[in-house]
């Protein structure tokens, strides 16, 4: 019910998706001008290394042999046989999930924190910065710029730098420093877009720092590939010529490109997209140039977006809030190759107990979005008599999320 492949097999090449994207990928633009950003305009941020792979149409990049070191202390991640999860279920699908819970952050962040913190340290960047929400990313950014001896600031939602001290905590313990976003305002409960600008505002101003990016760019997605390319391998040791479809949640995008990039090239293959009723950015945003950052100060992205001062709901306990969504996300879902679809919070942490109860873990509840997904999928392949093969990625463990569930278990979460 495991396929597990030898350190030997973590992927020595990222797959970059560019060369196969139904249609060409439209520019970021600078926020000033509105023109075309060059790398010069991105050098005050992201290392050179960084720039080309944003920019790159090679189908295929090294991972360095530094990078891949690191990446052997929990990869490659198992892949696993939903089987108790189809019996309760009563399906004929055979479901299977990418183990991405079992890196040291706890989720699929760590496989591009820890390329971005060497690629920053091979040009003598000695600082980062980032934001984060409830910690998931600033925990995974920690961890690798402890390994690779470089400093980590961490901007924190504040409402999340309140409400949930344990990922403060683990980030601290990799030897981060974690302050509440808005800085310049201590009432407002802050957001993903105050958090980046002011995690862009310290790197651009501080000749020693860069900035760093947990998902939405194409080189974010482009690290994330290991996942899809060690599935598509296990998959073969599990006996499947191919899945069906291939389901991943979708905050920024990167656990789902990770997984369902490399499959893209295979027209047989279908890949969906699952989002929170109560940021359905694929589903209800406009497709249209907006900023990463609600002050306006990041690149322009072609993009699916509610707009760039989007807040969920206050009653939206499960992650996946940010207003856009990855370009490359976008391109596949606005030209038909990917399908998105949303859920409310409720249905959701239903999925996330009928798991728990029936395979053992506790699913994140972003993770949780795309096991609604896989559920439903499931029951539909029941009705069709079909034993569809459903591959998801399991993007991390909801053990510092136990105050949702609490309120899940004790009916004080409520749909919008
Ligand atoms: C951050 C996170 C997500 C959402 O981010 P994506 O970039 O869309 O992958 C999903 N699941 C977990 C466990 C996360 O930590």
């Known amino acids: 019910m495991r396929w597990n492949l030898p350190n030997s097999r973590v992927p020595e090449a990222w797959f970059n ?21 060059g790398p010069d305009d991105l050098a005050p941020l992201f290392p050179m290394a960084l720039i080309a792979q944003e920019v790159s149409a090679d ?19 198992p892949l696993v046989r939903a089987s108790r999860l189809e019996e309760a279920l009563g399906t004929p699908a055979r479901i299977y999930y990418k183990d991405e819970s079992v890196s040291p952050a706890g989720s699929h962040k760590p496989n591009t924190a820890v390329p971005q913190a060497f690629f920053n340290k091979l040009e003598g960047v000695e600082r980062l910065t980032t934001e984060t929400g409830a910690g998931q990313w600033g925990s995974a950014l920690c961890f690798a710029t402890a390994l690779f001896g470089q400093e980590c600031k961490v901007y924190m939602v504040r409402a999340s730098y309140n409400q949930k001290p344990y990922r403060r905590v683990m980030m601290e ?55 899809g390319l060690e599935a598509k391998e296990q998959l073969a040791m599990a006996g499947e010529e191919r899945p069906d479809i291939v389901i991943g949640c ?58 760039h001062d989007f807040i969920p709901p206050s009653i939206h306990a499960g992650g996946l809030r940010y207003h856009g969504d990855a370009p490359i996300i976008c391109n596949l879902v606005k030209h038909g190759r990917m399908r998105a679809t949303a859920y409310p919070q409720g249905k959701v ?19 949780s979005h795309a096991i609604r997904a896989v559920i439903d999928e499931a029951l539909a392949a029941k ?29 004080r979460l409520i749909d919008a």
């Open 173 to 227: 313990t990799w030897g981060g420093s974690v302050v509440p976003s808005p800085v310049d305002d201590p009432e407002h409960p802050g957001s993903l877009g105050t958090a980046i600008s002011d995690a862009v505002r310290d790197a651009a101003t501080r000749e020693d720092t860069h900035y760093s990016l947990g998902s939405v760019l194409n080189h974010v997605l482009l690290h994330q590939t290991v996942i």
């Open 383 to 411: 009705e069709d008599g079909r034993p569809k093969v459903i591959l998801f990625n399991y993007s991390g463990h909801g053990l510092l999320d136990l105050s949702a569930y609490d309120d899940h278990l004790h009916g």
């Open 349 to 367: 942490f239903e999925a996330a107990v009928q798991f728990a109860r029936s395979q053992g873990t506790i699913p994140a509840p972003e993770t």
């Open 250 to 307: 979708c905050g920024g995008g990167s656990n789902l490109g990770g997984i369902a990039l490399p499959f893209v090239p295979d027209p047989e293959v279908e890949l969906l997209a699952v989002e929170p009723a109560s940021c359905p950015t694929l589903t209800e945003g406009r497709y249209e140039y907006d900023f990463g950052d609600t002050a306006g100060m990041t690149p322009l992205l072609s993009m699916y977006t509610l707009g």
């Open 17 to 37: 998706v560019v060369p196969h994207l139904p249609a060409p990928l439209e520019p970021p633009l600078h926020p000033g001008t509105r023109e075309p950003v």
């Open 59 to 77: 189908p295929w990049i090294d991972v360095p042999g530094a990078v891949l070191d690191v990446l052997k202390l929990w990869r490659p991640t």
